[in-house]
């Protein structure tokens, strides 16, 4: 039978299964139990930073942190226009409006020569996405939310472990948010995490994702919560994940470049790069086509997928979605007009032997040709 | 070392451990994976409805529910003032109103006699709430929704299994929600399902919960959606859980059954009731003080506190809640007022013995002594 490739595996090669049996036997497998305040620890300790709160998914994180920050209606918060729906929708939940920005062309990342135009007395903040696992280049950034008074929050979603100038991605923003889905860095199966430096943030985010409930007084709720919490089992295969963390990092970093050494003299492709700043994940290893259009580009992913080889076509820029292209005029994004309708991930998951890769990149030159 | 009775503990004594085992062995974990569709079939099977839908809690399940309803902006909705938070929430999440009742004397559960009064035109439907256990009476309910032309949503997260005139609960309004929680009927950690038997409810539903996206169209999102999916692994214990059904609602009758014994003849007490047209799953079995107040309910709670017991308060009312109490007076709800101020639930669980509920039992009998 033909070795089927698909995008992504979770690989389970830790305590996962020792620490969901103890949940189980300990019958602590809702959002109460042990594991959910070790995974936290863990994860804070790995962002180097001063708290880590658990929640049910990169969304519902996102969600939170706005919130945290006083996102309300009648705000705009500015987000790359090249990022999951989850940054828009996000932003959407909190009756605010998204405001996009281009990308640079290199690092895909959003671009911070381009937000001070789009800052209007409405900005609240800036989400910025450390897009498949590069970080953003967070200094200008940085500095024009200190000069205009914004928050930043860091959309790593697909960038756990990654560094910017030597500092953790999470811990550079005023707080940041992960997901934990099956194909991420590491994963809860589904699952969220917000880092914060904040105390106040923090407990905020706390309050909010239980529901509201005066941590002093049993079904009393001062305020509107949400149920976002994640749950002991999650928690414990995410802390079986996360005492393997560097070996999971480190396979994403050997697929791409092992997709590197047998792409990177095919002219026809753009590879993802790493800034002399940056320690890149590759989260998902990628490539764009150098020439053609949409139709090409998915023409090549039909002719892998018949080839068992699955991939992602590079995000719909926010700015081309239904609910929010009214917003703004897709020529401000030329950029990411070109990048997203010709580039693709590729499969991406630790257990990617070489052969594999080399098997791979054969097949996308011969359906290149 | 002195026994400790906790109000609720999940009992995994099915297949529970082997399908999550399974889960973990075949790497699927996250949202995608068979247990997710097996357990909403099984659990469609036993509440005799068209579909079943995951989702990550009963509070998301009201809130897709509402969506799937075309609940919006300015709406309002009329909910019992005697429920937990998120039915209110809920409402308010779609940016409507919720609109308070008061209940019947006897059952608890939202008075059917006092609803329309309070239709406008603005009133889009009605959310009812089978409170810990007790059938709402439908009947009444449905003929003025059909008569104003309203959507019923049954809260049924704390009423798996009950029955109304013969037919389940979650398949007599045009959608029903359940929780999932740790403390439930059968449970998934946290979790929640909604239930109808209306294909384009359905659909609605499906299509929020997984982002808003195009079936057809990875990435490409035609609506707002949200990051509401409940795990396979979360589905692996359901469906373990779902295989014993009959056995979890019986023992949660059993209990009742064995308080309602022991403690039938204190006059200082009143308990739950079952009506003739109604089969009570006693989701939590519960005591209400027939004389005193807060103060003195408060203070039984203390000292069985003490004792190794827990109890808890019956909900503070929606309209006594900082975020609500604006919308409607506090004079008009007599019943609520009471036996909100008066309630309690006690330790309800399958594994508890008749020893067990014995001990409670000459317990709360001393207390209040
Ligand atoms: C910048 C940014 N911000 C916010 C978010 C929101 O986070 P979250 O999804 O709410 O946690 C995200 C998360 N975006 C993800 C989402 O998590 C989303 O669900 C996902 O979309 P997808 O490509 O449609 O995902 P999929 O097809 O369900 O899974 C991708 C691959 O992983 C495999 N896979 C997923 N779960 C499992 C599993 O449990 N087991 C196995 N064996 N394979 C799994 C699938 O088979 C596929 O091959 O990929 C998107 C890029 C984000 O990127
Ligand atoms: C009418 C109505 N509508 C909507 C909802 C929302 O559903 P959801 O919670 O979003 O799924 C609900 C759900 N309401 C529940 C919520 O699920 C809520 O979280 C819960 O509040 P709580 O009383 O504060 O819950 P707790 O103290 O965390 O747990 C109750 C008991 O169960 C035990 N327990 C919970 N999980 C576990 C577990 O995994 N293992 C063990 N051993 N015990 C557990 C705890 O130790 C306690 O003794 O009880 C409320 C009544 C509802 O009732």
């Not at 595996?9 to 969901?20: Q, S, T």
């Not at 811990?171 to 992960?178: D, Y």
């Not at 699955?310 to 926010?318: I, K, N, V």
């Not at 070109?338 to 052969?355: C, D, F, H, K, Q």
Request: aromatic residues 10%; negative net charge.
């Amino acid at each position: 039978m033909k070795k089927r490739y698909p995008i992504a595996i979770p690989v389970l090669n830790g305590n996962e299964k020792k620490y969901v049996t103890d949940c189980l036997d300990s019958t602590w497998i809702s959002s109460n139990g042990s594991y959910i305040e070790r995974f936290e620890q863990g994860f804070c300790d790995f962002c180097d930073t001063k708290h880590a709160i658990s929640c049910s998914n990169g969304t519902t994180a996102l969600h939170l942190a706005l919130m945290a920050h006083g996102v309300e209606r009648g705000d705009e918060v500015i987000i790359p226009t090249l990022t999951f729906v989850a940054t828009a929708n996000a932003v959407n939940y909190c009756g605010a409006t998204p405001v996009f920005i281009d990308s640079e062309p290199d690092t895909w990342n959003i671009n911070p020569e381009l937000i001070e135009t789009k800052i209007t007395p409405r900005t609240k903040g800036i989400i910025v996405v450390h897009i498949y696992g590069h970080p953003v280049n967070m200094d200008p950034i940085m500095d024009i939310a200190q000069k205009h008074g914004l928050f930043v929050i860091e959309d790593a979603a697909e960038a756990l472990g990654a560094e910017y100038k030597g500092k953790m991605i999470g811990s550079i923003g005023h707080s940041a948010t992960f997901s934990l889905f099956g194909n991420k860095i590491i994963t809860t199966g589904e699952g969220g995490m917000i880092t914060t430096n904040d105390d106040r943030i923090a407990q905020q985010i706390r309050l909010l994702k239980g529901q509201g409930q005066d941590p002093q007084k049993r079904y009393w709720f001062p305020v509107i919560g949400y149920n976002y919490r994640m749950t002991n089992i999650q928690a414990a295969v995410g802390y079986g994940q996360l005492e393997n963390i560097d070996w999971h990092v480190d396979q994403r970093i050997r697929v791409a470049k092992l997709y590197e050494q047998y792409l990177q003299d095919d002219v026809r492709l753009t590879l993802p790069v790493q800034k002399d700043w940056a320690r890149n994940v590759f989260w998902m290893s990628s490539i764009i086509l150098n020439k053609g259009t949409v139709q090409d580009r998915d023409h090549v992913m039909i002719q892998l997928k018949e080839r068992g080889i699955e991939t992602r076509p590079f995000f719909y820029p926010m700015h081309m979605l239904p609910p929010y292209k009214k917003l703004q005029k897709e020529e401000e994004f030329p950029v990411v007009n070109r990048i997203s309708a010709l580039g693709m991930n590729v499969p991406s998951y630790g257990t990617l032997s070489e052969e594999d890769v080399k098997f791979i990149c054969m097949n996308i030159k011969e359906v290149l040709d």
